[in-house]
Nanobody, 123 residues
């Protein structure tokens, strides 16, 4: 079992930066694959980035590649999403999710979810 809590969202101007955090409870956090998804109003939830338990595998959606960086600190049970050069189209509710097997870009394959943190980018 894992409980996930996101933080770090907010309102930022285009071109700005934010760092999201996802803190997990549970002793086996280091064994979890963790991903970030986002959902804008009226749109489906979409994959943003994921990180393997070791941090060695970090796939990104094409729309954020080169601007966002996912990382993790297993000692702190925390996964981060550093978001730079933000655009208005990045506006969404951002969720972190976890699963105990391999990395997936499919939201339905993740067992554990946080409540989300809102990111709003103004033009």
């Amino acid at each position: 079992q894992a409980q996930l809590v996101e933080s770090g969202g907010g309102l930022v101007q285009a071109g700005g930066s934010l760092r999201l955090s996802c803190v997990a409870s549970g002793r086996t956090f280091s064994r979890f694959v963790v991903a970030w998804f986002r959902q804008a109003p009226g749109k489906e939830r979409e994959f943003v980035a994921a990180i393997s338990w070791s941090g060695g595998n970090t796939p990104y959606a094409d729309s954020v590649k080169g601007r966002f960086t996912i990382s993790r600190d297993n000692a702190k049970n925390t996964v981060y999403l550093q978001m730079n050069s933000l655009k208005p189209e990045d506006t969404a509710l951002y969720y972190c999710a976890a699963r105990t097997t391999t990395i997936s870009v499919l939201s339905w394959q993740y067992n554990f979810w946080g409540q989300g943190t809102q990111v709003t980018v103004s033009s």
